[in-house]
């Protein structure tokens, strides 16, 4: 059985994931840590629960979700796994942290490209992966049936849904993720957004005052 476990990170409050199962593997997805304190957070966790991460990945690669990917990967050596499409994305971190004030230095390890089509396997777990763009370029959440559980990035809030206004997104582009890939999941699929608390699709479908189904 997937469990799931949530940090709240950074200035911008990103939630930063780690999946694992028994055994005792387990997905990082958007390390946002942005100092020592949450980095020791980070890493204690996966420590007392004796963890192995095998995997890297980001639901896409603005500037808040993209913090620890080097960390990652200079401690486990895991490769990060992104959409072809959100390389240009990861590239201009640097130069969208300037603009913030503070540095950033660009990731160096390499990148495993991923597709919709593809899975991710955890032991007996499968990992789904949905192309969600609209927030950024090429946007993935990841979903598991069997927990009921759906990463949704910056694509779908508790009653809203990501911005539109940075390049690459696209409001059109959006909704259409979330009304053909997000909203066709069951009624009680739990949704871990990358900012904020969880909500569920059925809620979201009745009440999201940005994309409702009524």
């Known amino acids: 059985m997937l469990s799931i476990h949530r940090f709240v990170f ?8 780690i999946l694992y199962n028994e055994t005792g593997k387990c997905l990082i997805i958007d390390p946002g840590f942005s100092n020592e304190t949450e980095l020791e957070e980070f890493v204690r966790f996966i420590d007392e629960k004796k963890l192995e991460p095998v995997y890297l990945l980001n639901t896409h690669c603005h500037i808040d979700h993209i913090l620890g990917n080097q960390f990652v990967y200079d401690t486990w050596k895991l490769p990060l796994h992104i959409h072809k499409g959100e390389q240009v994305v990861l590239q201009s971190g640097p130069k969208v942290a300037e603009m913030y004030g503070f540095s950033l230095e660009a990731y160096t390890g390499p990148l495993v490209f991923l597709e919709a089509s593809d899975t991710i396997s955890l032991g007996s777990d499968t990992i789904t992966l949905l192309f969600t763009p609209g927030h950024s370029p090429a946007s993935l959440s990841f979903y598991h049936k069997e927990s009921g559980i759906l990463i ?4 779908l809030f508790s009653g809203s849904i990501g911005r ?3 390049p690459g997104g696209d409001f059109a582009t959006l909704e259409h993720s979330i009304r053909t890939r997000l909203y066709t999941l069951p009624d009680d699929t739990k949704v871990y ?4 608390p969880g909500t569920s699709i059925g809620y979201e479908r009745k009440h999201n005052p940005f994309v409702n189904e009524g």
Do not use: I, K, M, V
């Open 193 to 196: 957004s990358g900012h904020g």
């Open 152 to 155: 949704s990035g910056d694509t």
């Open 10 to 17: 950074n200035p911008f409050q990103e939630n930063t994931y």
């Open 164 to 166: 539109t206004d940075l």
